[in-house]
T-cell receptor, first 110, second 110 residues
Framework: AQRVTQPEKLLSVFKGAPVELKCNYS??????LFWYVQYSRQRLQLLLRHISRESIKGFTADLNKGETSFHLKKPFAQEEDSAMYYC????????????FGSGTRLSIRP | EAQVTQNPRYLITVTGKKLTVTCSQN?????MSWYRQDPGLGLRQIYYSMNVEVTDKGDVPEGYKVSRKEKRNFPLILESPSPNQTSLYFC?????????FGEGSRLTVL
């Protein structure tokens, strides 16, 4: 069955420290993966998608098909990065299916 | 401005009193979807629509109905709300894979 796993409910790091939010997926087809972010009192918004291979707000994520992972990384955390982060998997076989992980709350300590 | 608009943003109701949460998008997207967000469970899809008059169940459709009579609108209907439907609801649409979300509707059923 298709699944997205974010093992950490909460991740707390100091400002300036590196950040890695883990995401693993289970899907036998060709995945399209996304990271969405929800800042306090704001709507969910796309942070990045693997096919664009961009760095957004200093965040990057590389799709590792061997490890079925799409971890989100940032070398130096900033206080404004505090938010809820969701990893999502879009199944190419069905445009209807976009599966979300349970989310990780990132808290940056000053 | 491209956006997804939900109403109401906040609602407290009582068990059994029918309610409708409206969702409208101005991006001419064919695909629209409803999610509920619960602590520890992430985002779960309720219903989705691939186009006008085409709707289908997501992962947690019980107790909900939807309709898609026009491309821009995708209302979520709770015919007889129950306390376990207390949640934060998000509507989203997409045309290219990136989901655009509404601001969310926080529903409390007493």
């Amino acid at each position: 069955a298709q699944r997205v796993t974010q093992p950490e409910k909460l991740l707390s790091v100091f400002k300036g420290a590196p950040v890695e939010l883990k995401c693993n997926y289970s899907y036998s087809g060709s995945p399209e993966l996304f990271w969405y972010v929800q800042y306090s009192r704001q709507r969910l918004q796309l942070l990045l998608r693997h096919i664009s291979r961009e760095s957004i707000k200093g965040f990057t994520a590389d799709l590792n098909k061997g490890e079925t992972s799409f971890h989100l990384k940032k070398p130096f955390a900033q206080e404004e990065d505090s938010a809820m982060y969701y990893c999502a998997l879009s199944l190419h076989s069905s445009a209807s299916k976009i599966i979300f992980g349970s989310g990780t709350r990132l808290s940056i300590r000053p | 401005e491209a956006q997804v608009t939900q109403n109401p943003r906040y609602l407290i109701t009582v068990t059994g009193k029918k309610l409708t949460v409206t969702c409208s998008q101005n991006m001419n997207h064919e695909y629209m979807s409803w999610y509920r967000q619960d602590p520890g469970l992430g985002l779960r899809q309720i219903y989705y629509s691939m186009n006008v008059e085409v709707t289908d169940k997501g992962d947690v459709p019980e107790g909900y109905k939807v309709s898609r009579k026009e491309k821009r609108n995708f209302p979520l209907i709770l015919e007889s709300p129950s306390p376990n439907q207390t949640s934060l609801y998000f509507c989203a649409s997409t045309g290219t894979g990136e989901l655009f979300f509404g601001e969310g509707s926080r529903l409390t059923v007493l």
